[in-house]
């Protein structure tokens, strides 16, 4: 499945999609998404949630096992989380600023230079809002700092959403798709796990 290039949906991080599990509903207020991905920073990991249509029985084992590579790209108010899941998804992208998070929840990476960031990832069916696979990767130690380093940036800056929006739209016009996004990434990692 390619997944598109979706923004990331300024919602509140939902503390209980972390205790769901396969076959639950993602959330209680919600049957219905849009495909796109969300990505955020809570409960100390990194989380990055896909919703798809229909995902097949290929493409929910391939999102439990297949290798995955993340990448990260920033542009002035706006970085951008580019994932890859081998043989399931080719090169997304799913922009983020911390500020889109509401201030009461909204965390900042804590891990020390040479640790591992976890990747939390879920799998949502768009059209019913169930969970349809989860699993945890961990970061590599270069990626752990790279996005430590975005957000503690997006976090000290003062945070205007016309000006997020355009530097968004700018980076998705000069370019095509994810795949020239991640040929000028700053960095591109394969996960563990």
């Given at each position: 499945?390619?997944?598109?290039?979706?923004?990331?949906?300024?919602?509140?991080?939902?503390?209980?999609?972390?205790?769901?599990?396969?076959?639950?509903?993602?959330?209680?207020?919600?049957?219905?998404?849009?495909?796109?991905?969300?990505?955020?920073?809570?409960?100390?990991?990194?989380?990055?949630?896909?919703?798809?249509?229909?995902?097949?029985?290929?493409?929910?084992?391939?999102?439990?096992?297949?290798?995955?590579?993340?990448?990260?790209?920033?542009?002035?108010?706006?970085?951008?989380?580019?994932?890859?899941?081998?043989?399931?998804?080719?090169?997304?992208?799913?922009?983020?600023?911390?500020?889109?998070?509401?201030?009461?929840?909204?965390?900042l990476p804590t891990e020390p230079a040479g640790?591992?960031?976890?990747?939390?990832?879920?799998?949502?069916?768009?059209?019913?809002?169930?969970?349809?696979?989860?699993?945890?990767?961990?970061?590599?130690?270069?990626?752990?700092?790279?996005?430590?380093?975005?957000?503690?940036?997006?976090?000290?800056?003062?945070?205007?959403?016309?000006?997020?929006?355009?530097?968004?739209?700018?980076?998705?016009?000069?370019?095509?798709?994810?795949?020239?996004l991640a040929q000028v990434a700053e960095v591109?990692?394969?996960?563990?796990?």
């Open positions: 499945m390619n997944a598109t290039s979706s923004n990331v949906t300024p919602v509140n991080a939902n503390p209980m999609s972390a205790t769901r599990q396969v076959g639950d509903v993602y959330s209680p207020d919600h049957s219905q998404y849009d495909e796109g991905a969300r990505y955020l920073y809570a409960r100390e990991g990194h989380e990055l949630t896909l919703f798809w249509r229909g995902p097949t029985a290929a493409e929910i084992e391939g999102f439990r096992f297949n290798p995955v590579e993340v990448g990260l790209y920033t542009n002035g108010p706006a970085a951008f989380l580019l994932y890859k899941i081998k043989d399931v998804c080719e090169w997304s992208d799913v922009a983020f600023n911390v500020h889109l998070v509401p201030e009461a929840e909204r965390e640790d591992r960031g976890r990747l939390r990832m879920t799998l949502v069916d768009a059209d019913g809002g169930v969970i349809r696979a989860k699993r945890i990767v961990s970061l590599d130690k270069v990626m752990t700092q790279a996005l430590k380093h975005a957000m503690t940036e997006q976090a000290a800056a003062p945070f205007n959403r016309v000006l997020y929006e355009a530097a968004v739209q700018e980076v998705h016009g000069r370019h095509a798709d994810s795949d020239a591109i990692e394969a996960t563990l796990g």
